[in-house]
C-alpha cells in the first residue's frame, strides 16, 4: 500500500496499524488451503474505528481500486473467507466483550471466543446451540457472519435460527441495527430518504419482485451456508421482514460487524449414547428412518479412516480424556485396536445422543430404537461412563489431529461440507468417495452430522505435488455435480470463501446468481467488504493462491 496511505490510515485509527512481516503472514493464513498476504492489518478499538476505516477506504477507492476490507475474528475458516490481499480487520484484540444476559439474549462482540461465551451461559444452565466443532479455537464473529452449525444442529438448527439483532457498520460509513420488522416499522424504513432507506427499498423489491423464483431456489435440505439466504428475508406466513436473514451467513461480504443479540437455550440434564458399528452402508436409510422419530439431540459419524487416525495417537486422546499412563490408554481403547489388528473394523460408526431432563424417557428412547433396528441386526453398544467422552473426542478432534500430527503431509478443506438428503447417504457417499479414491495422492477422513445430511471428507495431501494441485478443481468439479444432482448444497457450514464461490453459479443457476450480484451490490456498491466471496469468485485466483508452505494452526490463547 501506498505509504502516504498507511500515514493517513495510522493518523484515522485509535487502535494498531500493522504492516509488520509476522503481523502480515500470521493474516495471511486460516485453517483454508490457501495463502493470501495483506497490505496491512488494522486492530479498531471502537466502533468509531471501523466507520472511519469504511469512510477511508470509500474515499480512496476510485483511485485505488484494490483496497478493501476483509473483517477476521479468531481465523478458523476454512473456505479462505477471513483472508484477503488488502485490509485485514482483526476484532480479536478490543472487540471482545459480553454483555449482560437478559431472558436468555446475550450481547456479543465479534473477538469473543466460543469457549469463553459458553464458560459464562452455562454458569446460567444455559448454551448457544449451534457452536461448531471447532468450538475450542472459534469467535463469535466468524460463527455469525458463516452461519456456523454442528452436532447439535439436527435438534436445534443453526445459528440463523438465535441471531435477534446485528449492529453492523455498511458502506456509508455509518452503524446501522438490523432486527426483524412488522409490515408497520419496515413501512417506516422504506419511507426514510437516507441510505438506509434506499437499502430497505431496494431489498424489499428485489425479494418481493422475485419472491417465487427465491423460494424455488432454497436448498431443500436442512443445512445450507452458500450464497446469501435471499428467500428468508421476507416471511409471508409472520408478516416478519428481517434484514438479519440475508446478513447472517454473508461472510462479511456486505459490511462489518459490530456486536450481534444471540438467542441461548436450556442445557439437557441427561445423556444417552447408542453406538452402531456399520461394516457397509446397506442398511443406513433404515437406519436413519428408525432414529429421526426419535428426536435425538446429535446424530454423528466418522468412518474407518478416521477410527484409525484415533488408535495411531491414542496416547493424546487418552491424555485429553484424563487417562494416565500408556497402560491404560492401551486398556481404554483395547477393543479397537483388536478389530483393527483382526481386519474388522467397521466401515461407519454411528453415534446417537438423546438428550433431556427425564433419564427414565431418555432410556426408554434407547430400547425403543434397539427394538426398531433387530430385524437389521446391527452391532450396537451403550455409550456409558467414560465410552460416551471418547466417541465425542474422536468425533470432534479427528480434524486436528489431521492437521497436527501428519507431518509430511497437510489438510485440504475443498470439499469438506456438502449436504444431502440422508436418505441419500447411502448412494451418494461411494459414488464421491470414488472420484477421491480416482487419485491416489489423496489420503482422506469421512466424518459427518448423519441426521443431516452433511458429511464433511477432509483429504490429506503433499499441498506441493503438482498432480495434487491439478486434481482440486477437478475433483471439486465432479462433486459438486454428484450434490447438484441430488438437489444438495456445496456447503452447509463452512460457507462459501475462495474455494466454493466459482461453484454456486452451478448449484443456483444464472438467475439467483444475478440476484445475489445485485443484493451485494445494494449493500457495497463500491465493493469494499471481502471482494471474491459470495459473488464474483474466481478459481484461477484461488488456486494459484495454495500454500506453498504450511505451518500447522495453533490453538489461539
Known sequence: MNPALIDELKQLIKGEVATDEDTLMKHSHDASLFEVKPQVVVFPKDAADVQALVKFVAKHKKNHPHLSLTGRSAGTDMGGGSINESIIVDFMKYFTHIGELKNNIATVEPGVFYRDFEKQTLLQDLIFPSYPASRELCALGGIVNNNSGGEKSLQYGKTERYVKRTKVVLSDGNVYEFKPLTRQKLRSKLAKDDFEGKLY?????????????????????????????????????????????????????????????????????????????????????????????????????????????????????????????????GLAFAPAFIEMFVGKLPKLIVQIDFAGNDPEELKQKITTLREKLKPLHPETKIAIDDQEKRYWLVRRESFNLLRNKIRDKHTAPFIDDFVINPHDIAEVIPQITAVVAKHPEFIYTVAGHVG???????????????????????????????????????????????????????????????LFEETKHIFDPHGIFNPRKKVHGDLKYAMSHIRTNWDTIKVPK
Not at 282 to 310: C, M, R, W
Not at 495 to 510: F, V
Open 201 to 329: 427499498k431496494q431489498i424489499y423489491k428485489l425479494v418481493t419482485k422475485n419472491y417465487e423464483l427465491l423460494q424455488k431456489a432454497k436448498p431443500q435440505v436442512s443445512k445450507n451456508s452458500a450464497g446469501y439466504f435471499l428467500w428468508n428475508i421476507w416471511d409471508k406466513e409472520k408478516d416478519i421482514f428481517d434484514l438479519n436473514k440475508v446478513w447472517v451467513g454473508a461472510q462479511g461480504t456486505l459490511g462489518m460487524l459490530l456486536e450481534a443479540d444471540l438467542e441461548l437455550v436450556p442445557v439437557q440434564k441427561h445423556h444417552e449414547m447408542e453406538i452402531i458399528f456399520l461394516h457397509n452402508l446397506d442398511h443406513l436409510g433404515e437406519i436413519i428412518d428408525a432414529v429421526l422419530p426419535l428426536q435425538p439431540e446429535s446424530f454423528e459419524s466418522y468412518d474407518d479412516n478416521t477410527l484409525k487416525l484415533a488408535l495411531r495417537f491414542f496416547p493424546e486422546f487418552a491424555k485429553q480424556l484424563g487417562i494416565p499412563g500408556l497402560v491404560q490408554s
Open 452 to 514: 443431516d445430511g452433511n458429511f464433511h471428507i477432509i483429504p490429506l495431501v503433499d499441498i506441493n505435488n503438482p498432480n495434487v494441485r491439478n486434481a482440486i478443481p477437478e475433483i471439486s468439479d465432479e462433486v459438486y455435480k454428484i450434490i447438484t444432482k441430488y438437489h444438495g448444497s456445496i456447503t452447509g457450514e463452512h460457507n462459501d470463501g475462495l474455494i466454493r464461490t466459482p461453484y454456486l453459479e452451478d448449484m443456483y443457476g444464472k438467475d439467483i446468481i444475478k
